[in-house]
């Protein structure tokens, strides 16, 4: 509960090398078994284009946020990033060089740490909280003597803000909130450089959710780790970012600084989804619906912009080709081949009169 | 928090107790609840995971799953019926026709081997008695306007063919198939990703104004309660600590926890500033603490919050909040 105070510099995040931790047009397809959920039709086999060139950058000490719907891919980029899947298509690089060619499984874990949205579903009921960060210590051969591992152990849970002594407690034992702060504490065992967090507060009431964003964000300024944060909570992800990336079908539909982003969204996809967030100001209120229909058909993607199929100023050309992701102002890149021409003119909400009776089309 | 009996309210809820049997000791989950629901409008119930606002709105129409209560006492009114006398065939007759309940997971509430169509004309023929081939048009119709595209067609679907919102959205039109007085829903949206909320609690909205019913939403998101409700109710550790008009109590919060939960969300605080999170976490229900039950964690507790439990305060015409030091935080 402490006062108002800054907790980092802009100037901070102003050094920009090479980055630590880049994708560079990754794919990623999965196939539909045939049988799952219908045993009784075959027919020709059905894939899922997950991830669709996609590129991101995370430099030193960075928080990018990654926001998106269900389906929109940003779990398969975190899995792929961190390493538990592989990509199809594209290349993950470490400072410049090819990730997967130079190390091996283990070093790439001490580099990238993940931490998951269900705390209780990634620890293992049966493992007090030593055990799970001792565990942690020994595979990746961390702390030499069981003593050196104890201490450590207990280093790690007030780091995370836990008392020692609930160490020997099993996770069942614990709140929501803890059992989030031991995850946290497993993932830093290895002192990675880079943490990438998939919904990590999204189970978590708002007076819980408001204590793990802080402890991130002292442990960011602490270690100098660098963060992937992934929400679909915008409000949670403009807080936490330094830099936003938003993700529709696939793909990355635009990118840019936080604050430039809510304050010119050029996508109208992103505008949809600002104008979607409830605003806790009753007077703001709007009986049109942000954006209307829904995701397409993941098997049968439609042809050019896949926003296409929803989007209110869709034009023949939109669904001819696919608009690529370019820069339309410094730092800041949009995939539509309208943009320019929309930014200048309204920058409004996307509710249009007719949306009052709008039906969703599929 | 008890409100005079008035004549026109839909619901009326007085002293609601509704306790629990467990090995270590009873748990008592809502505690002396009380709140009122006019026609027409808008009522939010919000608090955090364990206040109560569930087993409150469950113990109205006696729907419980899996753990029933050992006991629920108080006065539940229902378009001037106490609802404590029904039996269970009135009960039958009443859940479903005029008082309908949609659920957070659409998935689950929703039978995977029948087809939508015949889910929504389920109701309609039991309480409405239609036959079934006017029960079947109904149906179309109520899933047409539930938003559901192509109505005539896909009402032969089964729920998987649905999405997540489309699911929701049927679930919508059985529940006010039989047009109730009162829509109970618990969470509607929160499995939902936040374009397709916003779809389904726009369409709640426009239902309500064509239907002219009632709506007791249930919910632990404010922004939710800010765009929807027109009254609201903040329930904290099985008690309503605050409530009022929706601009009252959200934008003029009056109680300690109403002002912490909307300070620790971090769209109210700037970007590179801490949030501020209510430290502590709420009391276990066997035991919970003495006088006001907020007080552990509160930044505002005197020696009195400890001993005494605060009885609601009217702030402002309508507007109550139940802290003892309401007058000198004001």
Redesign the interface.
């Known amino acids: 509960?402490?006062a108002?105070?800054?907790?980092?510099a802009?100037e901070a995040i102003a050094d920009r090398g090479a980055p630590m931790l880049s994708a560079h047009g990754l794919g990623k397809r999965f196939e539909i078994a045939s049988g799952a959920?219908m045993p009784l039709r075959r027919g020709p086999r059905r894939h899922v284009q997950a991830l669709r060139d996609v590129s991101i950058e995370l430099h030193r000490g960075e928080t990018l946020g990654i926001v998106g719907?269900?389906g929109c891919g940003k779990s398969t980029l975190a899995r792929c990033l961190s390493g538990l899947d592989a990509p199809d298509a594209g290349e993950i690089r470490w400072q410049g060089r090819p990730m997967a060619a130079e190390s091996s499984a283990l070093e790439r874990a001490r580099r990238v740490q993940m931490v998951f949205q269900d705390p209780y579903a990634s620890l293992n009921p049966r493992m007090t909280l030593a055990q799970a960060l001792d565990e942690a210590l020994l595979v990746h051969g961390l702390a030499a003597t069981r003593a050196e591992r104890a201490e450590r152990v207990d280093e790690l849970l007030l780091t995370v803000g836990l008392a020692p002594r609930l160490k020997h407690l099993l996770p069942h034992a614990l709140?929501?909130?803890q059992r989030q702060r031991i995850s946290i504490a497993r993932a830093l065992a290895v002192g990675p450089q880079v943490l990438i967090a998939d919904e990590p507060v999204s189970a978590l009431?708002?007076?819980?959710?408001?204590?793990i964003?802080?402890l991130l964000?002292e442990l960011r300024e602490r270690l100098q780790i660098a963060f992937v944060f992934i929400s679909?909570?915008?409000?949670?992800v403009?807080?936490?970012s330094d830099r936003i990336a938003v993700m529709y079908f696939g793909q990355v539909v635009e990118s840019a600084d936080?604050?430039a982003l809510f304050a010119q969204p050029a996508h109208p996809y992103t505008r949809?989804?600002l104008?979607?967030?409830?605003?806790?100001?009753?007077?703001r209120?709007?009986?049109?619906?942000?954006?209307?229909g829904?995701?397409p058909d993941p098997t049968a993607p439609p042809r050019g912009c896949s926003f296409s199929t929803r989007c209110p100023w869709v034009v023949e050309a939109c669904r001819a080709q696919e608009p690529a992701l370019l820069g339309h102002a410094p730092r800041h890149a949009v995939r539509c081949s309208n943009a320019e021409a929309r930014v200048g003119g309204s920058p409004g909400p996307i509710a249009t009169s007719e949306g009052e009776d709008r039906?969703?089309?599929? | 928090m008890n409100v005079a009996a008035d004549r026109s309210s839909l619901l009326e809820v007085e002293d609601l107790r509704v306790r629990f049997a467990r090995p270590g000791g009873d748990l008592v989950a809502v505690d002396g609840v009380g709140f009122r629901i006019e026609s027409g409008e808008v009522f939010g119930l919000v608090g955090?995971?364990g206040c109560g606002k569930t087993v409150t709105c469950r113990s109205l129409i006696r729907l419980f799953g899996g753990s029933a209560p050992s006991a629920i006492d108080g006065r539940v009114r229902f378009a001037g019926r106490d609802l404590g006398a029904l039996s269970a065939r009135e009960w039958s007759a009443l859940r479903g026709s005029e008082i309908s309940m949609i659920f957070q997971d659409p998935m689950t509430s929703l039978n995977p081997t029948m087809r939508v169509g015949a889910q929504i004309a389920e109701g309609l023929q039991r309480h409405r008695a239609l036959t079934a081939q006017q029960a079947r048009a109904a149906a179309i119709e109520m899933l047409?306007a539930v938003?559901v595209?192509?109505a005539e067609r896909r009402h032969h679907e089964y729920p998987?063919a649905f999405?997540?919102?489309?699911r929701q959205r049927v679930l919508i039109a059985i529940a006010l198939a039989c047009r109730p007085k009162l829509l109970i829903a618990d969470e509607p949206t929160t499995a939902l990703?936040?374009?397709?909320?916003?779809?389904i609690?726009?369409l709640i909205?426009?239902l309500r104004s064509d239907l002219g019913m009632s709506v007791l939403l249930v919910t632990?998101?404010?922004?939710?309660v800010?765009?929807t409700c027109d009254r609201v109710a903040v329930m904290y550790a099985g008690k309503i600590v605050e409530s009022g008009k929706?601009?009252q109590v959200?934008?003029r919060p009056a109680h300690p926890y109403t002002r912490?939960?909307?300070a620790?969300?971090?769209?109210?605080?700037?970007?590179?500033?801490?949030?501020?999170?209510?430290?502590g976490?709420p009391p276990n229900l066997a035991q919970p603490p003495a006088g006001c039950r907020f007080h552990p964690r509160c930044?505002f507790a005197v020696e009195a919050c400890r001993a005494i439990v605060p009885p609601p305060v009217e702030v402002e015409p309508g507007h109550r909040s139940a802290c003892l030091r309401t007058q000198e935080i004001g």
């Open positions: 509960m402490s108002a105070v800054p907790t980092r802009p959920g719907e269900s709140s929501g909130g009431d708002a007076s819980i959710q408001a204590q964003i802080n964000e679909h909570d915008l409000n949670v403009r807080h936490i936080t604050d949809a989804l104008a979607a967030i409830p605003q806790t100001d009753p007077a209120r709007s009986l049109v619906p942000a954006l209307a829904e995701l039906v969703p089309t599929r | 955090e995971s047409g938003g595209p192509a998987h999405s997540g919102g489309m990703d936040v374009t397709v909320q916003d779809q609690l726009k909205l426009k632990h998101d404010i922004g939710v800010a765009q929706t601009a959200v934008g912490a939960l909307l620790a969300l971090p769209a109210h605080t700037r970007r590179g500033v801490k949030l501020r999170p209510i430290d976490e930044g």
